[in-house]
């Protein structure tokens, strides 16, 4: 039997292949401790696992879903939006609910992209916008997140032929895997450059709410205009620990959503009603979880990158998400996790995974609560930056 050609153009999800690493290390008798996944290591909040318990019990939920999600999650994702970012949507219109957003995400391209178009990816980046656009058949273009720029792409800098050809910009702020975060200015600009050049501006705004220092983290929804030209995706999973859950929402422009949806009732049938009603709750319970969430995080950013910096590592502790990336002595980022794996058992993520740009970092997650035991061990191993 042969597979469908569009699988050969699958590169092995990177996360996939640093888990064989990991198991590699395993079979040698090392215990690894790993910064790798972006995946909360804290359970969900007691009271929305209490909120999901009840529902689970209510008949309606046992039955299909309706398919762009109840009216009253839609109501209250759009009541959340407003209490938040003091933007004003019609739940029926403009928001839509996701098995998660990647899902989503990698649904979008298949709704705006054919052979022939660009989808403009940041590089480095999360893997799911360029795979998704590939899998839909169209090309990308990768945008690099160079630190001179605070991580943020050189819109003025992409070429005319491929400004013809681009019908999606994919950002993300604040950004995995930078930890780079983004101001309304620049949201303006982004908005701007997509209406000029009738560009779909697709927002990930997956760690909007992981903010661990200075302002919160703006919408692009809040800025003039938007909502005739971007599409903004958000989740329970990073900011309320629900990572297993697979429930998030899109919110933004109407033929957008609207498309959106119409793909997915061809393909899927929805979020489990009592997930979506877990999910109500945390939304209209925010910001009662967040203060514990993030304290823990901060503490074990400042441990970590204290640490790092004691053994001469250009470690910045991120204002926001759950990353530290952290360029890496002598520049090669595979080696030096590699060194990690094999002499410490300390698993890192190497940003050339991310992308061409992100070569000569790593990203470490602030996901992990073995950070003192990590440190030690790469003391012990010898392992040192170059100050
Ligand atoms: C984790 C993550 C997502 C996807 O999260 P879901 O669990 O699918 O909601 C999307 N974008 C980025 C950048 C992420 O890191």
């Known amino acids: 039997m042969k597979l469908a050609r569009r699988m050969q153009s699958l590169p092995p999800y990177l996360f996939a292949e640093l888990d064989r690493k990991k198991r590699e290390a395993e079979s040698r008798g090392m215990e690894v401790i790993a910064f790798t996944m972006g995946d909360p290591d804290l359970p969900t909040p007691e009271p929305i696992v209490q909120a999901a318990q009840r529902a689970v019990t209510v008949p309606a939920n046992h039955r299909y879903p309706p398919y762009p999600g109840t009216l009253s999650f839609r109501k209250t994702a759009a009541r959340w939006l407003e209490r938040r970012f003091g933007v004003r949507l019609d739940a029926e219109k403009n928001v839509l609910a996701l098995i998660g957003s990647k899902e989503g995400i990698a649904h979008l391209s298949l709704v705006m992209l054919e052979p022939g178009d660009v989808a403009l990816c940041p590089d480095p980046g999360y893997p799911v916008y360029a795979i998704s656009a590939r899998l839909a058949g169209a090309e990308v273009h990768y945008l690099p997140l160079l630190e001179k720029n605070n991580f943020w792409p050189d819109l003025g800098a992409v070429p005319p032929e491929i400004l013809k050809r681009a019908k999606l910009l994919w950002l993300c702020y604040p950004n995995n895997p930078t930890a780079a975060v983004a101001d309304r200015q620049q949201l303006k600009q982004a908005v701007a450059f997509c ?184 003391e012990k191993a010898g392992i040192r930056g170059q100050s």
């Not at 094999?342 to 740009?357: D, H, I, R, Y």
């Open 195 to 378: 209406r000029q050049h009738d560009i779909l501006l697709c927002y990930d705004a997956a760690y909007s709410e992981v903010v661990l220092e200075g302002e919160p983290s703006p919408s692009i929804l809040e800025i003039d205009g938007a909502l005739n030209c971007a599409v903004e995706f958000h989740s329970h999973s990073k900011t309320y620990n629900m990572t297993g859950w697979r429930v998030g929402f899109a919110a933004g422009n109407e033929k957008i959503i609207k498309a959106l949806a119409d793909l997915k009732s061809n393909l899927d049938s929805g979020v489990f009603g009592a997930v979506q009603q877990a999910a109500e709750y945390a939304l209209e319970s925010w910001p009662q979880f967040m203060g514990g969430i993030l304290d823990a995080y901060r503490r074990r950013r400042d441990e970590l990158c204290a640490g790092l910096k004691r053994l001469g590592f250009d470690a910045r502790p991120p204002r926001a998400t759950f990353y530290v990336w952290m360029p890496v002595p002598g520049g090669d980022d595979v080696a030096f996790a590699t060194k990690l794996i094999e002499k410490a058992g300390v698993l890192v993520t190497p940003g050339s995974g991310f992308g061409q740009a992100g070569r000569g970092y790593v990203r470490l997650v602030l996901t992990q609560g073995r950070v003192k035991e990590a440190l030690e061990r790469l």
